[in-house]
C-alpha cells in the first residue's frame, strides 16, 4: 500500500484545488450543487484542461461529476462528445435518466435499444448535438461505432473518453472484463483525447494493471481519502443472526432500503422468505435466479420505496442508489477489499447508514477452511489467509473500527466517534489463562491418544470437557481423566466459545478437517509457555444487552421513514407531502425517485420552506433545470 500513501501524499502536496470559474457555474447551475467535495475540484480542473487523469475514489465519492462537469464544460467550449464507457447497463440507464432530468443532452447506445432507436442516438451523436454517451467497451470496438468517432474527430468533436469502473481491465480484480483490455485501442487511435479512468477498488495491484492496460502512464493520479465518514460499522457476535437482524431493522431501519449480503443462494432465499413473513418488504437476489426475476428484483428496489435486498455479492457493482441506509452481513465477506466495497453501498447521498455484520466462530471455520480447501496454490492461499487474518482482526477489535480500515488503505486516522468500539468502548478482560487452559487441554487429548486412535475433537467436545460435563464421547474417550478436564467450570459455554474464536482468528489455534478438529498452531506454543498475553472482548452476555440506543431523529415519530433533518411536525407533513409529489413525477418520467430530488433535497425545502423561485434556487440538489420545470409546482405543494 506504500505507493498508494506516496500517491497520496503527492496529490494532496499538489497545486491548490481550484476549480475554473465555468465549472463551478456548472456545478451550480446544471446540478444545483454549492461546492465540489474533496478532490472534485481538481480533478475537474485537471481534465477540463484537457489532461489525462486516473482517479481512485470509494463508492459514493462523487465519482461521476468528476467526467460530467468537464463533460458539459468542454461541450459548452464547442469540444464535442464526451464518450462514457461503462460495463453495466442498467447503471447507463440510470444515469441518463438523471441527466435528461438535470437537462444534460445525454444518451447511450446498448442492446437494449431497438435499430431505430439506436440509428436516432446516432444521428444526434455525429450532428455532434449529444454532451454524454454512454456504451459498453464491445459496442465502442465495433467498426461502425469506431467510423462514427472517426468522424466525429476529424470535425475535433471527440472531448473527452471517460472509462469507468476502470478496475474492470485487471484480471487480478474481481470483475474482470475481457472487453475492458481493448480499450487501448482509443488511446492508439485518438491519442490527442484525454481520457478520465475511474475505480473504487485500491489495491496497489489492479492499479498497476489500470495503468498498464490502458496506457496511462503519464495520466495524473488522484487518490482520495477512503474514508466515508457517514458510515457506521457495527460488527456484532451472532448469536441468533436472524433475529439480530431483524431487531437491528426493526429498531434502526424500519421502512429503509438496504441490502442483507448473505454467502450462499439458499440462505439469500430462506432469510427473504423469513424476512417476508415477519412483515418486512425484502426481495432475493442471486445468480442463480432467472435472469427476468433478477431484473424485475433489482429494479423494484431502485425504484420502489424503503425494500430490502437478500442476496449474494452478485448483487451490488453498478447498483448506485444513493439512499441505501444499511448493508448488513450476515456471513464474513472474504477480506478487507470486499467487506468494504460492499459496505460502501451504503450512504451514497451522504447522509447516516449503516454498516453492519453480525459474525461468529462458524464464519471463521468457514473461511479458513474455504481457503484451505480451495484449488489455488500455495502462493495464492497465502495471500487469501493474509487477507483473511486482517479481516479477522478488524472484526475482532477492541479499538477504532474506522482506524483499522482506513490504515489497511494506507491511511492514518483518528479514532471516529462514529463506530460501535468509539460509541461503546467493549470491555476486554485478560484471558491469557484461560487460553492456556484451553490450549493444553488440545495438548492432553492428543498426547491421550494412548491405544485408541486419535480421534477429531472439535468445539463442542472441548467445551464439554473444560466445563467438567460427564457426556458420553468424555466417558468413552477418557476425557474425564484428563488433568484437564472441569479446569474451565468458571466460564460458560459461549464464553468458551467466544474465547475459541479469538483465538482462530488470532491464529493461535486451527479448526481441521471435515470436523473442525481443533489443533495447536505455532504461536500456541508461545501461549502454553506464557510468552503471549491475550487480550480478548469480554463476552457478549457479559455486556448489558440492548446497549444500542435507537437513533433519535427529532419529530421522526409515526410510520415509514423519517426525514434525514430534525423538522417539526408541520415540517414532517411538508416532507410527507414533498415525497408524495416526487413519487408521481418518478411515475410518469420512468426514473428512480431519487434521480428527481433526493431525500436531502426535500427534507431541505420542507425545513426551510421556500416561498420563492428564487429561496427555492438556493436549495442544495436545485439546479436551473429542474428550477424551471417543477419550481412552481413545488412552491404550491410547499403551501400546501
Ligand atoms: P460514485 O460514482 O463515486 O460512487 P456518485 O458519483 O454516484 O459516486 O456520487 C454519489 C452521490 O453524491 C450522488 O448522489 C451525487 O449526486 C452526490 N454528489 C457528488 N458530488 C457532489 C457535490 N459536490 N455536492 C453535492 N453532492 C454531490
Ligand atoms: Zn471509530
Given at each position: 500500500m506504500s505507493a498508494v500513501i506516496d500517491a497520496l501524499d503527492a496529490s494532496l502536496a499538489g497545486p491548490p484545488a481550484t476549480a475554473t470559474p465555468a465549472a463551478l457555474e456548472v456545478l451550480h447551475e446544471?446540478?444545483?450543487?454549492a461546492a465540489f467535495r474533496g478532490q472534485q475540484a481538481a480533478i475537474v480542473e485537471h481534465v477540463c484542461a484537457g489532461r489525462d487523469a486516473l482517479v481512485l475514489m470509494p463508492?459514493?465519492?462523487?465519482?461521476s461529476l468528476c467526467y460530467q462537469v468537464p463533460a458539459i464544460q468542454r461541450q459548452r467550449a464547442g469540444r464535442g462528445v464526451t464518450v462514457v464507457v461503462s460495463p453495466l447497463i442498467a447503471l447507463m440507464q440510470d444515469q441518463v435518466g438523471a441527466l435528461e432530468e438535470l437537462g444534460v443532452s445525454a444518451a447511450f447506445l446498448n442492446s437494449t435499444l431497438d435499430g431505430d432507436a439506436a440509428r436516432q442516438i446516432e444521428r444526434e451523436l455525429l450532428a455532434g448535438r449529444l454532451t454524454l454517451l454512454y456504451a459498453a467497451p464491445e459496442r465502442i470496438l465495433t467498426p461502425r461505432f469506431l467510423a462514427m468517432l472517426d468522424s466525429l474527430h476529424e470535425r475535433g468533436l471527440v472531448s473527452l473518453f471517460a472509462i469507468d469502473e476502470?478496475?474492470?481491465?485487471?484480471?487480478?480484480?474481481?470483475?474482470?472484463?475481457?472487453?475492458?483490455?481493448?480499450?487501448?485501442a482509443l488511446h492508439e487511435r485518438y491519442p490527442t483525447v484525454p481520457r478520465l479512468a475511474l475505480t473504487a477498488t485500491a489495491d496497489d495491484h489492479t492499479r498497476a494493471d489500470i495503468v498498464a492496460r490502458l496506457q496511462l502512464e503519464a495520466a495524473r493520479l488522484f487518490v482520495a481519502s477512503?474514508?466515508?465518514?457517514n458510515i457506521r460499522y457495527t460488527i456484532v457476535e451472532k448469536d441468533d443472526a436472524k433475529r439480530q437482524l431483524l431487531a437491528f431493522l426493526r429498531d434502526e431501519h424500519e421502512g429503509e432500503a438496504g441490502i442483507v449480503y448473505c454467502q450462499t443462494r439458499k440462505k439469500v432465499e430462506e432469510t427473504a422468505a423469513w424476512l417476508v413473513e415477519q412483515g418486512i418488504a425484502a426481495l432475493p437476489y442471486h445468480a442463480g435466479l432467472d435472469a427476468e426475476v433478477r431484473r424485475v428484483n433489482q429494479d423494484r428496489f431502485l425504484r420502489e420505496e424503503g425494500l430490502v435486498m437478500v442476496a449474494?455479492?452478485?448483487?451490488?457493482?453498478?447498483?448506485?442508489?444513493?439512499?441505501?441506509r444499511f448493508v448488513a452481513h450476515l456471513d464474513l465477506p472474504k477480506n478487507i477489499e470486499g467487506y468494504y466495497q460492499e459496505t460502501g453501498r451504503a450512504g451514497r447521498d451522504g447522509e447516516p447508514a449503516d454498516a453492519w455484520m453480525a459474525y461468529g466462530l462458524q464464519d471463521v471455520v468457514q473461511q479458513r477452511r474455504m481457503i484451505d480447501e480451495g484449488e489455488a496454490d500455495e502462493e495464492f492461499k497465502r495471500v487469501q489467509r493474509a487477507k483473511l487474518d486482517a479481516l479477522l482482526g478488524l472484526a475482532e477489535a477492541h479499538d477504532c473500527r474506522r482506524v483499522r480500515l482506513l490504515a489497511y488503505f494506507g491511511e492514518a486516522s483518528e479514532p471516529?466517534?462514529?463506530?460501535d468500539n468509539c460509541l461503546t468502548p467493549p470491555a476486554t478482560w485478560d484471558a491469557t489463562e484461560a487460553a492456556r487452559k484451553l490450549l493444553s487441554c488440545i495438548y492432553r487429548f492428543h498426547q491421550h491418544g494412548g491405544f485408541r486412535a486419535p480421534r477429531a475433537f472439535g468445539a463442542v467436545h472441548l467445551v464439554d470437557v473444560l466445563r467438567g460435563k460427564r457426556t458420553d464421547r468424555v466417558a468413552q474417550y477418557g476425557h474425564?481423566?484428563?488433568?484437564?478436564?472441569?479446569?474451565?467450570?468458571?466460564?460458560?459455554e459461549s464464553q468458551w466459545r467466544g474465547v475459541i474464536r479469538q483465538l482462530i482468528a488470532l491464529g493461535h489455534l486451527r479448526a481441521e478437517g471435515e470436523f473442525n478438529t481443533l489443533v495447536l498452531t505455532d504461536s500456541s506454543r508461545a501461549v502454553l509457555r506464557g510468552e503471549v498475553t491475550v487480550r480478548l472482548r469480554v463476552?457478549?452476555?457479559?455486556v448489558a444487552r440492548?446497549?444500542?440506543?435507537?437513533?433519535v431523529r427529532a419529530?421522526?415519530?409515526?410510520?415509514g421513514k423519517a426525514a434525514p433533518l430534525p423538522l417539526d411536525a408541520a415540517g414532517e407533513k411538508r416532507f410527507a407531502a414533498l415525497k408524495a409529489w416526487r413519487g408521481e413525477v418518478a411515475r410518469a418520467h420512468n426514473v428512480p425517485a431519487y434521480v428527481v430530488f433526493h431525500d436531502a433535497t426535500l427534507a431541505q425545502m420542507a425545513q426551510a420552506?421556500?416561498?420563492s423561485l428564487d429561496a427555492l434556487a438556493?436549495?442544495?440538489?436545485?439546479?436551473a433545470k429542474k428550477l424551471e420545470r417543477y419550481g412552481e409546482e413545488l412552491l404550491r405543494v410547499l403551501a400546501g
Open positions: 446544471v446540478f444545483g450543487y463508492t459514493g465519492g462523487g465519482k476502470a478496475h474492470c481491465v485487471s484480471q487480478w480484480g474481481h470483475d474482470f472484463r475481457e472487453e475492458y483490455l481493448g480499450l487501448s477512503f474514508d466515508r465518514p449474494t455479492i452478485a448483487f451490488g457493482m453498478g447498483i448506485d442508489k444513493p439512499d441505501v471516529c466517534g462514529n463506530c474425564d481423566e484428563l488433568s484437564t478436564f472441569g479446569i474451565g467450570a468458571d466460564l460458560g463476552p457478549a452476555e457479559k440492548g446497549g444500542r440506543m435507537r437513533k419529530g421522526g415519530g409515526g410510520a420552506q421556500p416561498q438556493a436549495i442544495g440538489g436545485v439546479g
